[in-house]
């Protein structure tokens, strides 16, 4: 079954609405010496978790890069964008919540512009095969000691990264939490990904994936071949109270961020309120000033004509902090509202419809992750042995 033509899809709507500063290339960088693949058989793969609507830290570090990458990538190139909903379950999730947040996700993809027609988009939970390989990597290419030099489950429990797993003292994290690294590997490898953007932070959990790539390579035939990192331009966006940790929709304060569906006034009371310091003067220091500077990345980000945060500190000066926050509103409300605007449409469709316009974006996507899935594993299954 193809998907639905619903008026919102024809002309399609979602292309040609991203903030006038998305609209330029982007320039990845490489961070592994992997062999390059040819043009013709490149995939990119990336993933992000079903928290519901993000926030503009999501949108700057992964998103529009999405987006920048579905534009300029050749026709042969294969992406595959995935809501990673077996991820969210580390810990325990409200179903009717999770279900939601899952919608007003994809919701989001579409409304940033991910074009489901070029791009496969799809729920992990649609696709077994990822659970299958995760199974098999856990148990053949896998080690305990490979699992606890992983910082990020660490960083989750609130323990040191330099501390012993073996100690009891350390604390008792989930297995989920502390194996989903090799989940992420199989979410990579089961698509034959060439291509994984990733921020700073996930550089380590890439690594991994290629250690596992070469442990399995070894103990089987060659199936697998290791996936590049692109190292994500964006750089991290920081709370707006707490300059110094990063912008996350876990913090109990909605004043800490912005979502990328929040109207003008409530972008405008974030600003207004946000953390910085006692200098009524504007600059660009991101150790000495970091509440200030986090102000002018967002102005930078959002500003049509793509200045550094250094040049729009020069251009301000003489400015007192407060011109500055309604500058960065003003430059933050412009840029997003035609994600806003779309994304509303998208909803307002899917309701109109009663839910089968993003069921049916889910389902096509499913179907086309599903039959990808499968062609890595009927290779996979020939070489550990299942008999077929």
Same mark, same amino acid.
């Given at each position: 079954?193809?998907?639905?033509?619903?008026?919102?899809?024809?002309?399609?709507? $979602?292309?040609?609405?991203?903030? *006038?500063?998305?609209?330029?290339?982007?320039?990845?960088?490489?961070?592994?010496?992997?062999?390059?693949?040819?043009?013709?058989?490149?995939?990119?793969?990336?993933?992000?978790?079903?928290?519901?609507?993000?926030?503009?830290?999501?949108?700057?570090?992964?998103?529009?890069?999405?987006?920048?990458?579905? @534009?300029?990538?050749?026709?042969?190139?294969?992406?595959?964008?995935?809501?990673?909903?077996?991820?969210?379950?580390?810990?325990?999730?409200?179903?009717?919540?999770?279900?939601?947040?899952?919608?007003?996700?994809?919701?989001?993809?579409?409304?940033?512009?991910?074009?489901?027609?070029?791009?496969?988009?799809?729920?992990?939970?649609?696709?077994?095969?990822? $659970?299958?390989?995760?199974?098999? +990597?856990?148990?053949?290419?896998?080690?305990?000691?490979?699992?606890?030099?992983?910082?990020?489950? *660490?960083?989750?429990?609130?323990?040191?990264?330099?501390?012993?797993?073996?100690?009891?003292?350390?604390?008792?994290?989930?297995?989920?939490?502390?194996?989903?690294?090799?989940?992420?590997?199989?979410?990579?490898?089961?698509?034959?990904?060439?291509?994984?953007?990733?921020?700073?932070?996930?550089?380590?959990?890439?690594?991994?994936?290629?250690?596992?790539?070469?442990?399995?390579?070894?103990?089987?035939?060659?199936?697998?071949?290791?996936?590049?990192?692109?190292?994500?331009?964006?750089?991290?966006?920081?709370?707006?109270?707490?300059?110094?940790?990063?912008?996350?929709?876990?913090?109990?304060?909605?004043?800490?961020?912005?979502?990328?569906?929040?109207?003008?006034?409530?972008?405008?009371?974030?600003? *207004?309120?946000? +953390?910085?310091? @006692?200098?009524?003067?504007?600059?660009?220091?991101?150790?000495? &000033?970091?509440?200030?500077?986090?102000?002018?990345? +967002?102005?930078?980000?959002?500003?049509?004509?793509?200045?550094?945060?250094?040049? $729009?500190?020069?251009?301000?000066?003489?400015?007192?902090?407060?011109?500055?926050?309604?500058?960065?509103?003003?430059?933050?409300?412009?840029?997003?509202?035609?994600? &806003?605007?779309?994304?509303? &449409?998208?909803?307002?469709?899917?309701?109109?419809?009663?839910?089968?316009? +993003?069921?049916?974006?889910?389902?096509?996507?499913?179907?086309?992750?599903?039959?990808?899935?499968?062609?890595?594993?009927?290779?996979?299954?020939?070489?550990?042995?299942?008999?077929?």
């Amino acid at each position: 079954m193809s998907l639905p033509r619903h008026r919102l899809l024809s002309p399609h709507p $979602l292309k040609n609405v991203l903030p *006038k500063s998305s609209c330029l290339p982007i320039s990845f960088r490489r961070l592994n010496s992997a062999s390059p693949q040819t043009h013709e058989n490149q995939v990119i793969f990336s993933g992000i978790q079903p928290t519901g609507v993000p926030h503009i830290g999501n949108y700057l570090g992964a998103l529009q890069q999405w987006v920048n990458l579905q @534009s300029t990538a050749r026709p042969s190139t294969k992406l595959l964008f995935s809501i990673v909903d077996w991820h969210a379950i580390t810990k325990a999730q409200d179903p009717a919540l999770l279900a939601r947040r899952s919608r007003e996700t994809l919701a989001t993809l579409l409304a940033v512009g991910i074009d489901p027609e070029r791009s496969v988009v799809f729920l992990q939970s649609s696709v077994p095969q990822h $659970l299958e390989l995760y199974w098999q +990597l856990l148990c053949t290419a896998t080690t305990w000691g490979g699992l606890s030099r992983m910082t990020s489950w *660490k960083s989750k429990i609130g323990i040191p990264a330099d501390s012993d797993p073996l100690d009891p003292i350390s604390g008792k994290p989930p297995m989920g939490l502390f194996n989903y690294p090799v989940l992420q590997a199989a979410d990579i490898l089961i698509h034959r990904a060439t291509h994984v953007p990733v921020g700073d932070d996930q550089s380590q959990h890439l690594e991994l994936t290629r250690q596992l790539t070469t442990s399995f390579n070894h103990i089987y035939a060659t199936t697998f071949t290791p996936p590049q990192t692109l190292l994500s331009p964006a750089k991290r966006i920081m709370s707006l109270t707490t300059p110094l940790s990063k912008m996350s929709k876990s913090d109990h304060n909605p004043l800490s961020r912005i979502l990328i569906t929040s109207p003008p006034a409530a972008i405008t009371l974030a600003l *207004k309120a946000a +953390l910085t310091d @006692s200098l009524n003067t504007i600059t660009y220091s991101p150790l000495e &000033r970091p509440g200030v500077s986090n102000l002018l990345d +967002l102005y930078s980000y959002f500003d049509p004509q793509q200045r550094t945060p250094a040049a $729009l500190a020069a251009s301000c000066r003489g400015m007192g902090l407060g011109a500055l926050k309604a500058l960065v509103a003003e430059a933050v409300v412009e840029g997003l509202a035609p994600v &806003r605007e779309t994304y509303e &449409r998208v909803v307002g469709e899917d309701e109109s419809s009663g839910g089968a316009f +993003l069921r049916g974006v889910r389902e096509r996507g499913g179907r086309r992750a599903r039959d990808s899935a499968e062609e890595t594993m009927v290779g996979v299954r020939r070489a550990m042995g299942f008999w077929r």
